[in-house]
């Protein structure tokens, strides 16, 4: 179950490691184009979102990896599902009705989330 638990929390932890960096160092008129909602959000929010998000990646790699409190990655995992219902709120109440992406990153994440309970 580790390899699965690999297979799915490595390319998670990739996207959300590049997604909060762009959000912690881009611009917002640089964000915009990608992420429409960066409008309506105050940028201290958005940086901190990304942080969340690059601790979060960090919280699916490292527990495993280490051994050190295991209980970090489910948690992240769970943290990723709840982000992502969030950004779908965020995304149905402005103008932009994309939420395929985060619909597949909460399935995603609950399949991090369950398989990293299997070695807990």
């Known amino acids: 179950m580790n390899?699965?638990?690999g297979?799915?929390?490595g390319p998670l932890a990739l996207f959300y490691l590049y997604a909060?960096?762009?959000k912690v160092f881009r611009s917002r008129d640089r964000l915009r184009?990608?992420?429409a909602w960066v409008d309506r959000m105050p940028l201290p929010a958005v940086r901190a979102l990304g942080t969340v998000e690059i601790?979060?990646?960090a919280g699916l790699i490292l527990p495993p990896l280490s051994g050190i409190a295991p209980w970090l990655a489910p948690a992240a995992a769970v943290g990723f599902v709840l982000l992502q219902i969030g950004a779908?709120?965020?995304h149905l109440?402005?103008?932009d009705r994309r939420?395929?992406?985060n619909v597949g990153l909460i399935a995603t994440a609950a399949v991090a989330g369950w398989s990293a309970t299997t070695w807990l």
């Open 20 to 22: 909060g960096a762009m």
């Open 55 to 57: 601790l979060g990646a």
């Open 3 to 5: 390899i699965a638990y």
């Open 93 to 95: 109440t402005g103008e």
């Open 33 to 35: 184009p990608m992420m």
């Open 99 to 101: 939420i395929t992406l």
């Open 7 to 9: 297979i799915v929390a």
């Open 88 to 90: 779908i709120a965020v």
